[in-house]
């Protein structure tokens, strides 16, 4: 189970995300830290990311890419700063067609070892939060900082 964050780095966190990461902040993405291990980010919705112009639909790799990000940054609530995270696997389900709306992701770490670090995701609709769009899993490799 998930420990409430109590310490201020979820902050940092969030700054750096939303804002040091250049492809973040093109994306516009808002990340939510509510438990250390559990994230999530919000995509603001553009036309850009149609991939279907007869439904219309959002491109599959909208919901693959909002996915390693939120599950990336899930590992990172737990890791220090120092260290760095790198996507082995990503796996994504598709359930539905993403409408022409914001999306929301949720990634949660489901293990974490020393070198590996394991993440459950979900993608829905702002405006249909209890609709699964989308389920995955994502695997990284974390790789400690070992400057004393």
């Given at each position: 189970m998930?420990?409430?964050?109590?310490?201020?780095?979820?902050?940092?966190?969030?700054?750096?995300?939303?804002?040091?990461?250049?492809?973040?902040?093109?994306?516009?993405?808002?990340?939510?830290?509510?438990?250390?291990?559990?994230?999530?980010?919000?995509?603001?919705y553009r036309d850009d990311f149609i991939g279907d112009m007869r439904r219309p639909a959002l491109h599959g790799g909208v919901i693959s890419v909002l996915f390693d990000i939120a599950g990336g940054a899930a590992v990172m609530t737990q890791i220090d700063v120092a260290d760095r995270v790198s996507t082995i696997d990503l796996l994504v389900d598709y359930m539905h067609p993403a409408p022409k709306q914001n999306l929301i992701a949720r990634a949660k770490i489901m293990r974490l070892g020393k070198k590996i670090a394991l993440t459950q995701l979900e993608c829905m609709a702002e405006n249909a939060p209890h609709q699964l769009l989308a389920?995955?899993?994502?695997?990284y490799h974390v790789r400690r900082d070992t400057t004393p």
């Open positions: 998930s420990q409430p964050i109590e310490k201020p780095d979820h902050t940092v966190l969030k700054q750096i995300l939303e804002e040091a990461v250049p492809f973040h902040r093109l994306l516009g993405l808002r990340f939510q830290f509510s438990h250390i291990g559990d994230v999530e980010v919000l995509l603001p389920t995955g899993r994502a695997t």
